[in-house]
C-alpha cells in the first residue's frame, strides 16, 4: 500500500545544531508537504514542495521526486523549534493522485537551550 | 487573515452522546479534508470533499460517524453515539484543488 515513512522518530538538539530529516514515499508525488506542529497542537505549513528546492530562513527543503525522498534541513535550531515535524504527501497510486495527504509518523525534534 | 476555523477547540461529553464539530474553510478554496489525530495512529484521513461533494469516506467508520458540507463555508462531523475510543484531536484541512493545503487548530474531544 501506499507508504510514508519518516526518518529519524526523534531527534535531540543543542541550540545552534542543524539537523536533516527525512521523508521517503512509496509512489510518485503529485503534492508534497511539511508541516511542523507546535507544542499546543497546532499544525503549520512549513513548505509545499513536490519537486526542487525551497528555503524560508533557516529552515530548506527539498524534493527529489524521481527518487521518492524529501529532506528537510533545519540550521541553527532554536528551542522553539521543538514539535512534531510531519511530511504529508498526495500520492499518485495506479496512475491516479486522489488529491489526499497521507502523513508520515512524524520526527519528534526537542532542541534544549 | 486567512484561516480554517473549528469550532469547537474542546469538547468534554459521555459516551453515547452526538457530538457535532464544525469546520469554516478558506474562502475560495473547494476542498474539504477531516483528519483524526491519536497517539496510536497519528494523523488518518476520515473523509474529504471536493466542490461539496464527498470523495473518499472510507477512513470513516460509518456506523456513527457522519460528514457533511451543507453550504461551501461550512463541513460538519458528527458522532452519534460517541464512544470513548473516539477520543482524539479532529482536524479540518482545505485547500484548491491538489494544491496545498492548510489545518485548523483542531478540536480536542473526550468521551468520558
Known amino acids: 500500500g501506499i507508504q510514508v515513512e519518516q526518518s529519524p522518530p526523534d531527534l535531540i538538539l543543542q541550540e545552534g545544531a542543524n539537523s536533516t530529516l527525512r521523508c521517503n514515499f512509496s509512489?510518485?508525488?503529485?503534492?508534497l508537504q511539511w508541516f511542523h506542529q507546535n507544542p499546543w497542537g497546532q499544525l503549520i505549513n512549513l513548505f509545499y514542495?513536490?519537486?526542487g528546492t525551497k528555503q524560508n530562513g533557516r529552515l530548506s527543503a527539498t524534493t527529489v521526486a524521481t527518487e521518492r525522498y524529501s529532506l528537510l534541513y533545519i540550521s541553527s535550531s532554536q528551542t522553539t523549534d521543538s514539535g512534531v515535524y510531519f511530511c504529508?504527501?498526495?500520492?499518485?497510486?495506479?496512475?491516479?493522485?486522489?488529491?489526499?495527504?497521507?502523513f508520515g509518523q512524524g520526527t519528534i525534534l526537542t532542541v534544549h537551550p | 487573515d486567512a484561516r480554517v476555523t473549528q469550532t469547537p477547540r474542546h469538547k468534554v461529553t459521555e459516551m453515547g452522546q452526538e457530538v457535532t464539530m464544525r469546520c469554516q474553510p478558506i474562502?475560495?478554496?473547494?476542498?474539504v479534508f477531516w483528519y483524526r489525530q491519536t497517539m496510536m495512529q497519528g494523523l488518518e484521513l476520515l473523509a474529504y470533499?471536493?466542490?461539496?461533494?464527498?470523495?473518499?469516506d472510507s477512513g470513516m467508520p460509518k456506523d456513527r460517524f457522519s460528514a457533511e458540507m451543507p453550504d461551501a463555508t461550512l463541513a460538519t462531523l458528527k458522532i452519534q453515539p460517541s464512544e470513548p475510543r473516539d477520543s482524539a484531536v479532529y482536524f479540518c484541512?482545505?485547500?484548491?484543488?491538489?494544491?496545498?493545503?492548510?489545518f485548523g487548530q483542531g478540536t480536542r474531544l473526550t468521551v468520558v
Open positions: 514542495i513536490p519537486s
Open positions: 504529508a504527501v498526495d500520492l499518485y497510486a495506479g496512475g491516479t493522485s486522489y488529491g489526499k495527504l497521507t
Open positions: 509512489d510518485s508525488v503529485n503534492n
Open positions: 484541512a482545505s485547500g484548491l484543488g491538489r494544491t496545498e493545503a492548510f
Open positions: 474562502l475560495g478554496h473547494n476542498t
Open positions: 470533499f471536493r466542490n461539496r461533494a464527498p470523495l473518499d
